[in-house]
DNA sequence: AAGCGTTTGTGAAGGCACGCACAAAGTCGT
DNA sequence: ACGACTTTGTGCGTGCCTTCACAAACGCTT
């Protein structure tokens, strides 16, 4: 589903359910003596963020535990999806009584690999990278900005909350410096494949891109984009058919 | 795929080919006496405005005709995709030629509901409301701002590209007196459960939220989220597990 | 210790979406 | 006018995701 966002997909190979095809005189369905290796599916990965939010949630309303059934209600999923979805990353509820919030929220936490603060730098400081760098949400869930770029040279030198603007040319040093990357874009959509070619050679493999444009990377390379004009169009889609409806054109 | 994102789903009836298989002895299965609804997958229906962007940028390009193969590689997805993707709007492709730019445009932007204007409001006058109230691509693609609102004294009455900012209580009004009306929620995530009931209590059904909670609509309102913090964990997580291959913890 | 109510974890089934592969349909060249 | 080539539209197999339903597991009460 969620789609052609991310683009080197394959967790590892492991099959889920490994007592499958291989079927050799084996005499055992596996002999995998250890942890029984489990891939998370996508779209499990693309519900934890908020499960890890309800979580926090829950957590500051002085809850120890949860049903499963109450975590959906606050994640806004079904439960059965909840379960199943926590069920990929081991056992960690107790039956009869439910998840004990905190070790739930620190399972998750360090699955997504939230255990240390993953640098981000900003690319484009426009309107747009302006209010993501101001923004207090990424440091609070595990993401410190540690860089802003422009090549405008009237925003270059600028201090956004406590960050001063550097030129694109420092880009590779403080991506390369630093550990792994991730790297935000919010240039205009006619550089975009340009500034993320520069991002990926300077060893950035992670990428999310806010500019209306396909941009192109190699496999090792993750891309997510974030389209408001394609959510617009797509609440426009259902709103019209809502209308449509109404009228009596159809059923 | 996407999602628990959109409530409502069925599509409208669209036929392709007229020709097909009604027999009026409808003594099957069922009596669909005449043009045989065909719902648009939502999945489909999410990557429409991606094709209506490849069309655009074709078109500028100065073609008049594109195959399947070839506005499948500048929409980023694979053909076979694309054109079943495109069936379900109907037959506007030529065999051996390919589709007219202008016209797939068109029937696109049809059955997304962008042939007039739709009206949106933005509400939380922020960091990124700023940024999202004076944006350029929402006007070019068929989506016009309305109306700016705040709570915020100090923010109501300031003039953000040729809008003033209103008070939240003309809210209702402008909801009322324009036709259907699209919401962007860009309020801190405390208050976004409160100021949504009274846009929907306005007639508001479309909205689109950026504040990082959960937040619940009657079944005739649509709501889709967008979550930058959830994308960057998302990152993470693939991000983290290509550390561990390369450090070899895993195959 | 045993029973009872609660809740998890998961097998199994159904649905949806993706991609392949190809016949139908049209164009272009001769 | 006809054949060769190109490209669409889609039937079908496959795999992923979701949902249901329930046995196993646990705490609590007696
Ligand atoms: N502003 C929004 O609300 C909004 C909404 C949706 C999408 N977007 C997209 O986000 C992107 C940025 O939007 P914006 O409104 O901030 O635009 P903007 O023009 O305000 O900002 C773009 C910034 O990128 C910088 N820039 C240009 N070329 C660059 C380069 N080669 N390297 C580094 N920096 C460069 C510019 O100097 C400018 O500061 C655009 O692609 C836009 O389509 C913006
Ligand atoms: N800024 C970002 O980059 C960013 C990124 C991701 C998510 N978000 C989310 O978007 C939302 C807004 O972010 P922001 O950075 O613009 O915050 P902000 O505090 O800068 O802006 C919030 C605005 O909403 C107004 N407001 C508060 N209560 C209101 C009410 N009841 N009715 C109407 N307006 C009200 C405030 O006056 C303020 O102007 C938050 O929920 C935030 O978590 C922001």
Same mark, same amino acid.
């Given at each position: 589903m969620d789609d052609? *966002? *991310?683009r080197s997909a394959r967790l590892r190979p492991g099959r889920n359910r490994p007592g499958a !095809?291989?079927?050799l005189a084996d005499l055992g369905p596996c002999e995998s003596a250890v942890p029984m290796p489990v891939e998370v599916p996508e779209a499990t990965v693309s519900r934890l963020p908020q499960y890890l939010r309800a979580l926090s949630a829950l957590a500051e309303a002085g809850l120890r535990t949860v049903s499963s059934e109450a975590l959906a209600e606050a994640a806004g999923v079904g439960s059965a999806k909840l379960r199943k979805d926590l069920s990929? &990353?081991? #056992?960690? @509820?107790?039956? !009869? =009584? @439910?998840? /004990? *919030?905190g070790e739930l929220h620190q399972h998750i936490a360090d699955r997504l690999g939230l255990t240390s603060s993953w640098r981000v730098v900003i690319v484009g400081i426009g309107n747009l990278g302006h209010a993501l760098a101001g923004y207090g949400g $990424?440091? #609070?869930? @595990? $993401? #410190? *900005? =540690? @860089?802003l770029f422009d090549v405008d040279p009237t925003v270059v030198g600028e201090v956004v909350s406590g960050l001063r603007v550097r030129p694109l040319?420092?880009? /590779?040093?403080t991506v390369r410096e630093g550990g792994a990357t991730i790297?935000? &874009?919010?240039?205009?959509?006619g550089v975009a494949q340009g500034v993320c070619d520069r991002l990926v050679a300077a060893g950035v493999t992670s990428v999310l891109n806010f500019a209306p444009t396909v941009i192109r990377v190699p496999d090792h390379v993750d891309v997510r984009k974030v389209d408001l004009a394609s959510e617009l169009q797509i609440l426009a889609f259902h709103a019209q058919r809502k209308a449509h409806v109404r009228v009596g054109e159809v059923v």
């Open positions: 052609d *966002v *991310v !095809g291989d079927d990929y &990353l081991g #056992s960690y @509820g107790t039956r !009869g =009584v @439910g998840y /004990e *919030v $990424f440091a #609070s869930r @595990g $993401f #410190s *900005v =540690v @860089g040319d420092d880009l /590779e040093a790297a935000v &874009l919010t240039v205009p959509a």
